[in-house]
């Protein structure tokens, strides 16, 4: 049983950042994987990052690619995902997951998913 719980959404200009952040109940083993996924108004889910809680290997859509940033905090059992040069696109409720290995792009690589957060990207 895992309860992943995000937090850190809202309301920021283009060019702006945002923090988004995952806590994560219980323990969460070596092996697992992080994830964040989020949904457009009217688009699919979409994979935005990943990464290993072990060693903190990461992966990133293209999309986001330099723009974004993973993170894990194991003492906190805690996910991050720091946005920065933020676009209207990226207005999307954003969702954290838990994965198994190996890292992966695919939602059903993910077992168990909180409740989203909304970030909104606006002039």
């Known amino acids: 049983q895992v309860r992943l719980v995000e937090s850190g959404g809202g309301l920021v200009q283009p060019g702006g950042s945002l923090r988004l952040s995952c806590a994560i109940s219980?323990?969460?083993?070596?092996?697992?994987?992080m994830g964040w996924f989020r949904r457009a108004p009217g688009k699919e889910r979409e994979f935005v990052a990943a990464i290993t809680w072990s060693f903190g290997i990461t992966a990133y859509a293209d999309s986001v690619k330099g723009r974004f940033t993973i993170s894990r905090n194991k003492a906190e059992s805690t996910v991050y995902l720091q946005m920065a040069s933020l676009k209207p696109e990226d207005t999307a409720v954003y969702y954290c997951?838990?994965?198994?290995?190996?890292?992966?792009?695919?939602?059903?690589?993910?077992?168990?998913w909180g409740q989203g957060t909304q970030v909104t990207v606006s002039s």
């Open positions: 219980g323990r969460t083993f070596d092996s697992g994987v």
């Open positions: 997951a838990r994965g198994r290995p190996p890292l992966s792009a695919r939602s059903t690589n993910y077992d168990y």
